[in-house]
């Protein structure tokens, strides 16, 4: 159980902030966002508040921020339709009832002539009682259709997302990633502030029991300073002797408080994750606390695993790494389970890499990402001129298909690993 509410959490917090980058943005370009979601599929809970409708949504498979223009929209009106209009105080159109116009009393029906709800934000029509006069009706920006008595608030062009420069798209566009580069900076930063900071020097942190350090005397607080006559200043540069020397006996001079002792370790033979063989003597790095080295961390820690993930990300490209060496959910879920139980600092550790992979995938230039819809913008600024939206439209289908059938095949790849 403390598994899926990690996860939950874990997922949520993830889709939270990529989303709420996006939502910001598109706001503050004067964007209509019109649903702000997490998940996907049926409703679970949802309120409207300041023209959005926020939802929580029963398959944990993402989020979006849904934008006028974006898409088609849902509901067009066409010469020959049959709509009931209400009014407001300044007598503009406040409603357009699309349907069930028997329930708005108070609604005058007209047959529509020509509308135009992009630029003039005027519909004009005949009367159905007199079809004598044209009528012509203003309005308003913020007006609602009603259909099956449910009200969508109607988008002038100037609040869709076509509207907007080329600057002001991109950045709704890269908001997302942006934020969960953003979030893992603040997470680690946290840790920082917990934990401490990974000392630089060679601190011991930690002696594993029944190791040999702890049968040569290492204890917990030790600096290395000094193997087999060679000054260790590092961590880095400690361990890489230590694994050049599986049962080799060395010599080593550390810092003990005021004073300095010899210790003689072996170090015990191990095959690394790469199958190869190497000394260890089981000690794990310390931490150590500083208001400036935490400050550092969150943005020193963020870069160094976003090379990391580049890095693999290049590999798999490239045909270094297999396809079979990508999880998806389930393969995520199963991992988070073996971080919880070893501990908080851990769970975050991870939240903190997979907001950053999740920030990095979908800055992947592929249609139906946020990468791709930024080539798109990118390619609209050389040419000085718009994609046309329907072979755009076309392209990211086509993408978001394409992912759903990675995700399949990824997804069987967990199944077979972790059940087959």
């Known amino acids: 159980m403390n598994t899926v509410i990690a996860f939950i959490l874990m997922f949520g917090l993830l889709v939270f902030v990529h989303e709420l980058g996006h939502l910001i943005f598109a706001k503050r370009a004067g964007m209509l966002a019109r649903e702000f979601a997490i998940g996907f599929g049926p409703k679970i809970f949802s309120f409207t508040k300041n023209e959005t409708l926020y939802t929580i949504r029963l398959i944990p498979a993402g989020g979006y921020v849904r934008v006028a223009g974006e898409d088609p929209e849902i509901i067009e009106l066409k010469p020959g339709h049959h709509i009931g209009v209400e009014f407001n105080d300044d007598g503009k159109v406040k409603n357009i ?32 009682d007199d079809h004598e006069e044209l009528l012509s009706f203003e309005v308003d920006p913020k007006a609602f259709f009603i259909m099956d008595e449910r009200e969508t608030q109607i988008a002038p062009y100037d609040r869709q997302f076509a509207s907007k420069s080329v600057g002001q798209r991109a950045m709704q566009l890269f908001a997302g990633p942006m934020m969960n580069f953003l979030l893992a900076i603040v997470i680690f930063l946290i840790l920082g502030v917990i934990q401490g900071v990974p000392a630089e020097q060679a601190l011991i942190g930690n002696v594993v029991p029944d190791s040999p350090a702890e049968e040569a005397g290492m204890m917990n607080g030790d600096e290395v300073i000094q193997i087999d006559g060679q000054s260790v200043s590092t961590w880095e540069e400690f361990t890489m002797i230590v694994r050049e020397k599986p049962n080799e006996e060395i010599n080593m001079h550390v810092q003990r408080g005021d004073v300095q002792e010899q210790v003689t370790v072996i ?37 160094d695993t976003t090379k990391a993930i580049l890095t693999n990300l290049f590999m798999l490209i490239t045909g270094q790494y297999s396809i079979d060496m990508l999880s998806g959910p389930v393969g995520i879920y199963d991992f988070t389970d073996q971080v919880v139980q070893t501990g908080f600092n851990s769970f975050l550790m991870w939240t903190a ?8 995938v979908n800055l992947v230039p592929l249609p139906a990402l946020d990468g791709g819809r930024l080539l798109f ?3 609209e600024a050389v040419r000085g001129k718009p994609i046309d939206p329907q072979k755009e439209g076309i392209v990211h289908f086509i993408g978001f298909a394409l992912l759903m059938l990675l995700m399949i095949v990824v997804t069987w790849n967990d199944i077979q690993r972790l059940f087959l």
């Open 97 to 128: 009832i699309v349907n069930n116009k028997s329930k708005h009393p108070n609604a005058r029906v007209i047959e529509v002539e020509r509308v135009d709800l992009d630029h003039a934000l005027r519909i004009e029509g005949y009367d159905l």
């Open 267 to 303: 170090p015990k033979e191990v095959v690394d994750p790469a199958g190869e063989t190497v000394g260890q003597i089981g000690v794990e790095l310390g931490f150590e606390k500083s208001f400036v080295k935490t400050f550092q961390y969150g943005f020193v820690q963020t870069y």
């Open 353 to 360: 890499m997979l907001s950053i992979n999740l920030g990095i």
């Open 377 to 379: 913008v990118g390619l």
